[in-house]
């Protein structure tokens, strides 16, 4: 099969990786990719924005399957565009994708459906948001309708940093059209999780599920990133707690989107808050989570190329066995992300961490300068190993994280470390 990968970041290096093993797989062309998927892709210049010139691109490669990575062209319709063009692709359609796109959307999407989440309401209005906020109490989280690179929800300790989040949504506008509209939840307890099913319309088969690690700093402090590191399996997340989310959360989602003319295709991606009351979703995705995305495709048995095959067929989609090993992935990032950061600093020592048993580093912002690589973005490497146990690839992450050397870098020392210790005792 000739396939077409969208994406140019850490998940697409991953999804590339996973794909190039897949006995089917004839060529495999990544837009625009970086130097890591140049290992397994031909990687072309089309931006992941420019619609016509993946189309464009798809069309000239006969691609027989199209997988989009990010968030942003799914929203925008890049799956639509493709499908009208007769093109089986991995990933849903715009209205569908809204899931992820607008919060306001899936919010009153699981409050007619009675899909668990926290209590919330939706306005335009910042009188009357603050109003909700004194009714609500705190803690409480704001967030913006529209997509913000994964800084749109700001938790509120305090009601005067409740009205700042407003203000900073709606008065100053520092999100953009994105803050016109915010949503005012419940802060919900518990442990956080990733959750990813596979959708082909009304059928659905669960993933994996993953942990991902938001803020900046060890012990979860300092602002929230794209994610710095992830690991699987997560412990306590079990096969019954599997089917629960798979008939109490996604089972039913899915079921709506259909019942309201927006089927869903693609891998849903549920990130779960496991609360004293049962699981309830903290929002809703419409591609893989990154870096979940590294942490559950390394250890993964079962080929991948088929299941996206099936689930953008629509045909009957086998439920893939779970992975029996566990993976770690460990971000490194650019000095001061994930404010702002310099790019073009030399990176050394790649190769060497790829030395370590069961590693792969996927390349999340890299570039190539004369022959050598360099950064050029925010999340730079995600080193990714997988080994008997989350222990053991934790330890095998960090061997390999230390052979990296880049000015600034910086990383998380306690990826996976405090469920590593809680399974232990
Ligand atoms: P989101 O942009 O909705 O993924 O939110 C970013 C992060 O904020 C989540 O991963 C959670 O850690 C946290 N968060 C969002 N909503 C809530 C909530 N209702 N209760 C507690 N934490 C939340
Ligand atoms: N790692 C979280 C996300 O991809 O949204």
Request: some cysteine.
């Amino acid at each position: 099969m000739n396939l077409l990968v969208v994406g140019g970041g850490g998940r697409e290096h991953a999804l590339c990786w996973k794909l190039a093993q897949s006995p089917r797989l004839t060529r495999l062309v990544a837009a625009p990719g970086n130097p890591g998927m140049a290992r397994h892709a031909a990687c072309v210049a089309v931006s992941v924005d420019d619609h016509d010139g993946v189309v464009r691109l798809a069309e000239r490669e006969r691609a027989d399957l199209v997988v989009v990575g990010p968030e942003v062209p799914l929203v925008a319709g890049l799956a639509d565009r493709l499908r009208d063009k007769g093109f089986a692709v991995f990933g849903p359609g715009a209205r569908a994708a809204a899931i992820e796109g607008s919060k306001a959307f899936s919010k009153d999407l699981m409050a007619r459906h009675g899909i668990p989440t926290a209590r919330f309401d939706t306005f335009d209005d910042p009188a009357r948001a603050r109003r909700f906020c004194r009714e609500l109490g705190t803690p409480l989280v704001i967030k913006t309708d529209g997509l913000a690179a994964g800084k749109g929800a700001m938790i509120c300790r305090t009601l005067p940093e409740a009205d700042d989040a407003i203000a900073a949504c709606m008065e100053r506008r520092d999100f953009g059209v994105a803050g016109a509209r915010v949503i005012v939840e419940e802060f919900l307890h518990g442990d956080e999780v990733s959750f990813f099913a596979l959708v082909s319309g009304r059928r659905a088969v669960p993933l994996a599920a993953a942990e991902d690690h938001k803020a900046v700093f060890d012990g979860d402090r300092g602002p929230n990133t794209g994610g710095m590191g992830a690991f699987t399996p997560v412990f306590g997340f079990d096969a019954a707690m599997r089917e629960r989310v798979m008939t109490t959360i996604v089972e039913p989602t899915i079921a709506a989107l259909a019942d309201e003319g927006a089927p869903y295709s693609g891998v849903l991606f549920v990130q779960l808050m496991l609360t004293a009351d049962g699981p309830k979703i903290v929002e809703f995705n419409c591609r893989f989570g990154d870096p979940e995305c590294q942490a559950i495709l390394a250890p993964m048995d079962a080929d991948l190329l088929p299941l996206l095959d099936a689930v953008a067929r629509g045909a009957p989609l086998p439920a893939p066995e779970p992975a029996t090993r566990a993976a770690v992935c460990v971000v490194v990032a650019s000095g001061g992300y994930p404010g702002r950061y310099p790019t073009g600093v030399p990176i050394d020592g790649i190769d060497e961490a790829e030395r370590v048993p069961g590693v792969v580093v996927f390349h999340a912002g890299t570039a190539l300068r004369d022959g050598r690589s360099v950064t050029a973005g925010g999340r730079v490497l995600g080193v990714t190993a997988t080994a008997d146990g989350v222990p053991a690839a934790i330890e095998a992450a960090y061997a390999a994280a230390a052979r990296i050397r880049f000015d600034g870098m910086h990383y998380r020392r306690d990826i996976g470390r405090r469920k590593a210790a809680q399974e232990a005792s």
